[in-house]
């Protein structure tokens, strides 16, 4: 079914926005009241916008969002969206390991960003690198063995 498939449509939606940390406006029936709300405000950042005026018109055509508002985007949210448009032209599969993909980008966002504290309030450098380490060995896994929505489990060996 692919891009036609809502429920699809909306978790890679939701994955896109996510990257710039407004993953919260989209759900997996579509845009939330706050994406809504959002849509209107003339206060949000010019990024914000664009990102969500093109969330709008691949839910439904209704964001009519200005090519040159691509220019406002972050290099690596953009690089994003490209590869999710490609992943569009290809099929469900392809846009299911899109999100994978977006998944993984997202943990690495997060543990170049984060600092993590311990019990007394102190940075945590070895928390730190576990959280990169995951981030890293998840898109090892994704690099060498394609995205998981994309392994499938091998038939058990029969026994004789």
């Given at each position: ?91 469900a599969s392809e846009i299911e ?53 994309r392994r499938r489990a091998s ?6």
């Open positions: 079914m692919g891009w036609h498939d809502p429920k699809l449509r909306a978790q890679a939606i939701r994955h896109l926005l996510s990257l710039a940390h407004l993953g919260r406006l989209w759900d997996e029936r579509g845009p939330t009241p706050e994406a809504v709300a959002l849509r209107r405000s003339p206060d949000l950042p010019k990024q914000e916008r664009a990102l969500l005026e093109i969330a709008f018109d691949l839910w439904d055509g209704t964001g009519r969002a200005p090519l040159a508002n691509v220019a406002k985007i972050d290099t690596l949210i953009l690089h994003a969206l490209g590869e999710l448009l490609l992943a569009i032209g290809s099929g390991g899109w999100c994978d993909v977006a998944l993984a980008a997202k943990l690495r966002a997060i543990a170049w960003t984060t600092k993590v504290k311990d019990a007394t309030g102190a940075e945590d450098p070895l928390a730190e690198d576990a959280l990169l380490e995951a981030a890293n060995a998840l898109e090892d896994l994704i690099e060498h063995h394609g995205p998981p929505s038939p058990p060996e029969a026994r004789t």
